[in-house]
């Protein structure tokens, strides 16, 4: 695991967007294609800005993948992914194609089904991900599950990730949290050919150390990145600030 610590969240941005368009240039020039997966959240901020703005990158040979969603939030709810996504990346690029999760499916699984046969038929270049104040990677809370080989699965969201969600100011109250979701699994993330894992802020600082100081476990899913030999870890300095070491940093 590649760690580089930024004095800023903007500088984190920055530098995250220009290494994960890095690897969408050289894809597209190796295979004439690039499949992106991509995250959300107050950590994807200054990434997707940057990324955006990226020059050198054909996007319409570019495909998205969302990497997770609530189940049964509207698309015009202000904490949904899919408007998030829309406004801040899939509106601002013209790409080929993207492939949100539709969290209003009547059946869940079946949408998890249909987001699989589109992921079989891509080689995924690159993942821009963050880590929860739980630990947790996309929306696997712990205990995490490690195991399974279904790109997509329905999640139970625990206290400390729907805590954090109201916590960010998506809704007003915790209540309003859902309290399922649809996410890319652990071992789909772990396909991807590069991971850019962006964490901003102090109240990350716990999580990232864990994640990469201590023990692979399902209690900190995003441990599982140690195991990963393409992963960069984009950090500002108080979401570093309890790391013992920053190697390669």
């Not at 998205?64 to 709810?77: A, K, T």
């Not at 821009?128 to 947790?136: D, L, P, S």
């Not at 206290?159 to 309290?179: H, I």
């Amino acid at each position: 695991m590649n760690i580089v610590v930024s004095d800023t969240a903007a500088e984190m941005g920055k530098q995250a967007a220009e290494w994960g368009a890095d690897v969408i240039r050289q894809a597209i020039a190796t295979r004439g294609e690039a499949t992106i997966i991509v995250a959300t959240g107050a950590s994807q901020f200054t990434v997707l800005e940057n990324l955006v703005k990226q020059p050198g990158i054909d996007w319409t040979r570019v495909t998205g993948f969302h990497l997770d969603e609530y189940i049964g939030l509207p698309m015009d709810h202000p904490a949904s992914f899919r408007g998030y996504l829309k406004q801040r990346f899939v509106d601002l690029v013209p790409l080929s194609e993207f492939h949100y999760i539709d969290g209003e499916f009547d059946i869940p699984s079946v949408e998890c089904g249909r987001l699989a046969e589109l992921l079989r038929k891509k080689t995924i270049d690159v993942a821009f991900v963050g880590i929860g104040e739980n630990g947790h990677l996309a929306f696997n809370d712990p205990p995490a599950d490690f195991e399974t080989e279904s790109p997509y699965i329905v999640v139970q969201l625990d206290e400390a990730c729907r805590r954090q969600q109201w916590g960010e100011g998506w809704f007003p109250t915790l209540d309003d949290v859902p309290r399922q979701a649809i996410s890319m699994s652990i071992r789909q993330i772990m396909k991807t050919s590069h991971i850019v894992c962006s964490v901003p802020d102090q109240r990350k600082a716990e999580a990232v150390a864990n994640s990469v100081e201590g023990p692979v476990t399902p209690q900190v899913p995003a441990s599982i990145l140690q195991e990963h030999a393409n992963t960069n870890l984009f950090l500002d300095a108080p979401a570093a600030s309890l790391l013992k070491s920053i190697p390669n940093g």
